[in-house]
């Protein structure tokens, strides 16, 4: 008798604890983190200055820009999607951060920024060695945005050059020798993109050198504004929280 009481008292307790689960809040996802100040975060350009010729860098590292090839805010500042963006006229005018490398070697790493082009060419952002493997080139690729190390390539199918604001994203996941085939993943407005084509004849790891500045808007026919790097992969739920213009990541799982 006495076993069968214990037993009914355990039974009745587990079915309160289930039940309590069941309508109670998630918990908060400790791996949450403020992406605008998300230690990863490397640089951070606004492009919303108005004046001169610098652009400063958000993420607090002080790897501001300077504005070359007679590109300037005074005459390329215009309103953006929120706020100002720079306007880029498609030739070598363009960003250079002066003695920032970028993310080198086989490091994980998230690029993103708000793009708005009637133009299918250019580049968002470069560095690296120009050398197989050894460049990172984040832009247009034939005529779609992509990616390419310098050996092989990776870009989503045609339609970013709608003269519409856009949101992209590339994020490179932590591989021992990551590739843009295995390890490289494209976004298009918070979601994942559809992939128009891989190039695999001439595929080649991703090493990237530390020759090059990084530099912004190079032959970028358009305008662009909170152009981030970050030395880790981003999850789709923090490049979805970025597409929203929210800090952090829904927690929920």
Not at 228 to 250: C, M, N, Q, V, W
Request: proline letters at 4%; hydrophobic letters at 40%; a neutral charge.
């Amino acid at each position: 008798m006495r076993l069968k009481v214990c037993l009914g008292v355990v039974s009745f307790l587990a079915t309160l604890l289930v039940a309590g689960a069941e309508g109670a809040s998630p918990p908060a996802d400790p791996r949450a983190v403020n992406l605008d100040s998300d230690p990863h975060l490397v640089g951070r350009w606004k492009l919303g200055e108005t004046s001169g010729k610098t652009a400063a860098d958000s993420s607090g590292r002080k790897h501001d820009g300077t504005l070359e090839g007679g590109l300037s805010f005074d005459a390329g500042s215009v309103a953006g999607r929120s706020g100002r963006a720079l306007k880029f006229n498609g030739n070598e005018a363009s960003v250079r951060i002066t003695g920032f490398k970028g993310i080198a070697g086989t490091k994980p790493r998230t690029v993103t920024a708000w793009i708005k082009t009637a133009s299918a060419s250019g580049e968002i952002v470069s560095w690296g060695l120009n050398d197989h493997g050894r460049m990172w080139i984040f832009g247009h690729i034939r005529s779609g945005l992509g990616v390419t190390p310098g050996g092989g390539y990776l870009y989503m199918k045609p339609g970013l050059d709608d003269d519409a604001w856009h949101h992209v994203a590339v994020v490179v996941r932590d591989a021992a020798l990551p590739n843009v085939h295995d390890d490289v993943k494209l976004y298009r407005d918070g979601e994942s993109a559809e992939i128009d084509d891989i190039g695999l004849l001439d595929l080649w790891p991703i090493e990237t050198g530390q020759a090059l500045d990084v530099r912004i808007g190079r032959q970028w026919k358009g305008l662009l504004r909170d152009l981030r790097i970050y030395d880790r992969a981003l999850s789709d739920e923090e490049i979805k929280a970025l597409f929203s213009g929210t800090k952090e990541p829904d927690a929920r799982p």
